[in-house]
């Protein structure tokens, strides 16, 4: 059971940047896929980010060229670094992790942080 902790969200202007962390509570090297997923109000759920156990990270067209997400292996954590915010990029992020072993699949979620874009 991997346990996921996201921190660094709060409250920015337009424009601003914030940095998402989630720490897992192990290793994340061999973790097939990490994902960063963002719930506004009265909205689904929606994936904004992931990459792979080989490094390969793919964005949601809304935030392409805005956000990058990254992993550090040694510190068991993943990132999502968030420029030029939006309004519309108010909403809680959750971080996601997602498993393969033995041809079952293993996903794991945080608790979530919220984002809050206003000025």
């Known amino acids: 059971q991997v346990q996921l902790v996201e921190s660094g969200g709060g409250l920015v202007q337009p424009g601003g940047s914030l940095r998402l962390s989630c720490a897992a509570s192990?290793?994340?090297?061999?973790?097939?896929?990490m994902a960063w997923y963002r719930q506004a109000p009265g909205k689904q759920r929606e994936l904004v980010a992931f990459i792979t156990s080989g490094g390969t990270a793919k964005y949601a067209d809304s935030v392409k060229g805005q956000f990058t997400i990254s992993r550090d292996n040694a510190k068991n954590t993943v990132y999502l670094q968030m420029n030029n915010l939006k309004p519309d990029d108010t909403a809680v992020y959750y971080c996601n992790a997602v498993d393969y072993r033995a041809a079952t699949k293993y996903e794991y979620w945080g608790q979530g942080t919220q984002v809050t874009v206003s000025s």
């Open positions: 192990e290793s994340i090297f061999n973790i097939n896929v």
